[in-house]
């Protein structure tokens, strides 16, 4: 099994900044990749961004330019940066880890609430 633990959500006006991290921990085999998505209140989850083992990123059109997503393979950790955050940001987040062999493993969510 593959714990992954989030921390760093909370609630910020618009335009602020807020910092998410995720740390895997457990039986982990090898990840090939680390990411976050979210999902509004009557959406579907969707991604934001995914970084890779060899340090590729890739994020949605929706956040390019305002968030960073950056990772420590030693560590198995991976962190969000979010600056100028808009209301339609408001979502629960969720870290993945793309495990081989196993596959997706999940955090439990933390959320993310930003006010006009």
């Known amino acids: 099994q593959v714990q992954l633990v989030e921390s760093g959500g909370g609630s910020v006006q618009a335009g602020g900044s807020l910092r998410l991290s995720c740390t895997a921990s457990?039986?982990?085999?090898?990840?090939?990749?680390m990411g976050w998505y979210r999902q509004a209140p009557g959406k579907q989850r969707e991604v934001v961004a995914v970084i890779t083992s060899g340090g590729s990123t890739n994020y949605a059109d929706y956040v390019k330019g305002r968030f960073t997503i950056s990772g420590d393979n030693a560590k198995n950790t991976v962190a969000l940066q979010m600056n100028s955050l808009k209301p339609e940001d408001t979502a629960v987040y969720y870290c993945?880890?793309?495990?081989?062999?196993?596959?997706?493993?999940w955090g439990q969510g933390t959320q993310v609430t930003v006010s006009s």
């Open positions: 993945n880890a793309e495990e081989l062999i196993r596959g997706s493993w």
């Open positions: 457990g039986s982990i085999f090898r990840l090939t990749a």
